[in-house]
């Protein structure tokens, strides 16, 4: 079976999309998220769509087979908060290593479903490793610059759990993204190396996005693209990407600087546009379609998606705009100086 890296080189692949906006769409209660297993969990837990993995596995695997069935090359695993850190506002931390590998299975079951009917077309999957909900290089309280309520060892060990178990349920990709605090992705980036020396396992491909923002250009931690892209080049990722906060009209310059300075394949997935009064997205389908369209034309794109507000209409659209479009190609690096 071709690897991601083999059809990388013929082709523009395609992610998936929202999966808070389709869990969404079950219109979830408290009562859905707790299932039998946590009805008398001591706190609530609607919202916390990792729990799912857990508790409704048929809504989340039915959730990856719609975005495969849309196009989807690449499905990512409902794990964005599966570590200790954010799961501790629910008290759930004593379950991340199982929510974060029933998640994995969830999502290799669809995937490997989906090859079986057409192997000339593999699917893959990438272990989704999201940005914490407390960051390494800010602080929460505006009168203590210096505080942080986290320290890097802690991060690293809360992803070093999450990628153990990822790899366990058999994931093809790792995949750090939304990243708005570059501190949190390089200890990622320290606990996936860390996992595979310490284990001796092949290592798996780094997947690798930030978040623009606003239209200052920079991550939330201060960073412009190409120092965030400089900061995260030592782990050798297979891609370097953007998503979340902008739409795709938004991100344009952002994607079109990426894919002059990236030495690796670039991915692009932007929210549906940007929410409006009621926190909602409007954009529709042929719209962001479109808009990416115009970038693969422009070969500055190698993975394309979605992220917030985007749905398998989405997709359908985004891949059968690219289909004919031929990829992104690596630029040719000098050799280094010895």
Known sequence: MSTIQDCLKHRILIIDGAMGTMIQRHKPTEAVYRGERFKDWHTDVKNNSDILNLTQPAIIGGIHREYLEAGADIIETNTFASTSIPQSDYGLEPYVTEMALAGARLAREAADEYTKK??????????????????????????????????????????????????????????????????????????????????????????????????SGRTLSGQTLEAFYVSVAHARPLSVGLNCALGAAEMRSHIEELSQIAACYTSAYPNAGLPNAMGEYDEQPEQTAHFIEEWAANGWVNIVGGCCGTTPDHIRHIAQHVASIAPRTLPVMESELI
Do not use: Q
């Open 118 to 215: 057409d192997p000339s077309r593999p699917r893959f999957v990438a272990g989704a490793i999201g940005p914490m909900n407390k960051t390494l290089s800010l602080s929460p309280d505006v009168n203590n610059p210096g505080f942080r309520s986290v320290t890097f060892d802690e991060v690293a060990n809360a992803y070093y759990e999450e990628v153990a178990a990822l790899v366990e349920g058999k994931v093809d990709l790792l995949l750090i993204e939304t990243i708005f605090d570059t501190l949190n992705a390089k200890a990622a980036i320290y606990a996936i190396k860390k996992y595979f020396r310490d284990t001796g396992k092949k290592e798996l491909p780094i997947m690798i996005s930030g978040t623009i923002t606003d239209a």
